[in-house]
């Protein structure tokens, strides 16, 4: 891409510019190049809005950049550009007031920083794809059915074509997506981002993880094996720590035992109990399976009679969100957290970025999206909607972010869009596996 780059400045006469403003091109005509599609403009205009400029963000006529230099040289437009793989150019340009020097030094800064970042690169995401069964009361099964963690449900599954993510049924609120003379077969749509840490409910949680609007019983699964144990006279250890975000709570009745907990394999090394034959176990609801299974390892050895609940009620969720953050960000040289919401999806990408020390950028808004945050050939896109606490409509302005960092970084060199899903789903207990296939 970086030989297809190419930077102009261009004095015009037919572009006005009033004294205090920036105007930024949403489409434009190159004298060479013809005609430039501008995926970026919203960032330029969210850091010209937060220098204090005026902006006047629009289509420019062919003429803007193509007076015939009649009259006096009104104005000045900086701008870069460079070829698409599938044809055509993109381009970034933003015009001022030739007299008016704050904003002119402006413009070039502006499209200076930007155009040092312009390269091919991958934007990957992560997907929840969690069922949402009707839930009867209080989350239990419904009389007559057999509801299993994660089981089939009338949820809408969402696909990656190479238009981006397709969502069957469109959400009433997702705008309709910008107007661009030759649209790419690799860009995706406005409403590229995956629905990631919302569903139904907006950022409200069952223990387990699972959003409150599905049928996952794993957590009234668990206190009822917890309770059953008890009963019959056995300790119980709680194995596994929930991962941060999940809905907590999953005890609503006190216990009438002794009940310890056990987060760790070292804790499990050193754990001590009254009788080794009369030991059970429990999985936290929201622990991260993989986590949990090794630490009931340890257990299982130093506690051959060790019994407890059965592993097909236990809820997969945040394993395999774990799993898919962690396969994304072993990619990824930057992490970028859109939304001001939370869930359990960016509480596990954010613990594991630490751990890891991946770059971090919390995008809020798309003025705080600066060049440095997108130097990268492989960045994570995470976002979250905050909260409606109200009940009411989100707030389309925040809800947003997310599609326009998508939408804004496909306009800063050519953009492959990848999203990530894992998804685990407990088969009947009478399933026949398929033969083997051999190659040999």
Not at 179 to 196: F, N
Not at 218 to 229: F, T, Y
Not at 414 to 436: A, Y
Request: proline residues 10%; contains cysteine.
């Amino acid at each position: 891409m970086n030989r297809s780059k190419r930077s102009d400045v261009f004095p015009s006469t037919s572009l006005p510019v009033p004294p205090g403003t920036v105007a930024v091109a949403t489409r434009w005509w190159h004298p060479l190049r013809g005609p430039m599609d501008c995926p970026a403009h919203p960032l330029l205009a969210a850091h010209a809005r937060q220098a204090g400029f005026t902006v006047d963000a629009r289509p420019w006529e062919k003429a803007a950049v193509n007076g015939d230099d009649r009259g006096p040289v009104g104005t000045t437009v900086v701008a870069v550009s460079y070829e698409r793989p599938e044809g055509g150019h993109r381009g970034i340009a933003l015009a001022a007031r030739s007299e008016d020097g704050a904003a002119v030094a402006f413009v070039h800064r502006q499209i200076e920083s930007w155009q040092a970042v312009l390269r091919t690169r991958r934007v990957l995401y992560v997907s929840e794809e969690t069922p949402l069964s009707e839930a009867s009361p209080e989350g239990s099964p419904r009389p007559g059915h057999t509801s299993t963690p994660h089981a089939q449900g009338p949820w809408a599954p969402t696909t990656w074509t190479s238009g981006g993510l397709h969502t069957p049924a469109s959400h009433p609120h997702t705008p309709a997506a910008p107007h661009h003379p030759t649209p790419s077969l690799s860009r995706p749509h406005l409403s590229s981002v995956p629905p990631q840490g919302m569903r139904a409910q907006r950022a409200a949680w069952l223990p387990c993880g699972c959003p409150a609007a599905s049928a996952c019983p794993s957590a009234a699964a668990a206190e009822r094996s917890l309770h059953r144990s008890l009963a019959r006279g056995d300790e119980v250890v709680i194995v596994g720590a929930p991962v941060a975000g999940t809905g907590g709570g999953w005890l609503r009745r006190r216990p009438a035992g002794t009940v310890k907990r056990v987060v760790s394999e070292a804790e499990a090394e050193k754990l001590t109990v009254l009788d080794p034959e009369r030991l059970s176990f429990v999985v936290t609801p929201g622990a991260v399976v993989s986590g949990a299974t090794a630490i009931l390892r340890v257990l299982r050895r130093r506690f051959p009679r060790l019994r407890g609940q059965h592993p097909w009620e236990w809820c997969y969720t945040t394993d395999d969100l774990d799993t898919a953050v962690g396969s994304v960000l072993g990619q990824s040289d930057a992490l970028l957290v859109t939304g001001n919401g939370d869930s359990p999806l960016v509480r596990t990408a954010l613990a594991r970025a630490a751990r890891s020390g991946l770059r971090v950028r919390e995008v809020t808004s798309l003025d705080r999206l600066r060049p440095q945050d997108v130097d990268a050939a492989t960045i994570t896109v995470l976002h979250t909607p905050a909260p409606d606490h109200t009940g009411g409509a989100p707030d389309h302005r925040e809800e947003g972010t997310g599609r326009d960092v998508s939408r804004v970084l496909d306009g800063l060199g050519p953009t492959g869009h990848i999203c990530r899903t894992v998804r685990s789903t407990p088969l009947p207990s009478d399933f026949k596996c398929p033969p083997l296939i051999s190659n040999a």
